[in-house]
């Protein structure tokens, strides 16, 4: 759809409008309109490559769009709207079923770039979980896989700071009784090399949630963290892995300001 509506505490409060497009040869011309209202012009015209137009609004619209003026081609990769008073921006780029290798379909450099477009301050990978419950082994290609994302990434990646988060206690069977994957401890092993690699901060998640000894709890405690299938989190698994990923965003930020003040 062109337009979309916004519905939260933001409407009506002053907001930063984002517009992602792709900029291109012959591209077109489009109106932003807001609650009806055109509060900007753009041109997609230009060299090949990811661009954001960003539009301050005083109140912010309950609905936003845009409409195209004239011909040419044209390619919106979607809308930001960040509220002025500050506080934490969150995007998420996990699809269901996508794996870290689909990133590699990019052409060169452009997923760099539309990561780039967003303007983070953190980058926060969080990738390798069904692999870990494999019993049988890791595809001989893993590394190589998880290198070239990062080759990728490279001129993103030397400006700003990244943190990958290795995987949590996953459950596989094996000989007929549940316990921890080898494939898990390859999978911890090639991670932290290639974060240490990439000037990433490397999250053991496994061994600070426990390791192998709450594999039990989360699979017959109740609630219950695991879901059926041992692997992916029940509804309170993700609310504690939630609260989990904060409290060490948080605590870790407080002792980065406290040293700097020194």
């Not at 060299?47 to 912010?60: F, M, N, T």
Request: aromatic share 10%; charged share 25%.
């Amino acid at each position: 759809s062109r337009f979309i509506s916004i519905r939260s505490g933001i409407v009506g409060k002053p907001c930063v409008l984002s517009f992602h497009y792709l900029q291109q040869p012959k591209g077109s011309k489009v109106s932003i309109v807001a609650d009806r209202t055109v509060v900007a012009e753009v041109s997609t015209e230009g060299q090949k490559g990811s661009r954001r137009h960003d539009i301050e609004l005083e109140s912010c619209a309950k609905s936003v769009g845009f409409r195209m003026m004239g011909g040419g081609r044209l390619r919106v990769f979607g809308w930001q709207v960040h509220a002025k008073s500050g506080g934490m921006s969150w995007t998420s780029i996990g699809v269901n079923g996508a794996r870290y290798s689909h990133l590699n379909h990019y052409a060169d450099g452009a997923f760099s770039q539309s990561l780039e477009s967003i303007k983070p301050d953190i980058l926060i990978f969080g990738f390798g979980l069904n692999v870990t419950s494999y019993p049988h082994g890791l595809n001989k290609k893993y590394e190589e896989r998880i290198i070239r994302v990062f080759e990728g990434l490279k001129p993103l990646l030397t400006k700003t700071p990244c943190i990958m988060l290795g995987p949590y206690p996953v459950a596989a069977k094996l000989g007929g009784r549940w316990g921890v994957s080898p494939t898990l401890y390859k999978v911890l092993d090639i991670q932290k090399r290639q974060a240490e690699n990439y000037g990433c901060v490397f999250v053991d998640r496994f061994a600070r949630l426990g390791g192998a000894q709450v594999l039990s709890k989360w699979r017959r405690g109740r609630p219950r963290i695991l879901s059926a299938d041992n692997v992916h989190l029940t509804r309170e698994g993700s609310r504690q892995m939630g609260e989990f990923i904060f409290k060490y965003l948080t605590v870790e930020y407080e002792k980065s300001a406290a040293q700097s003040d020194k």
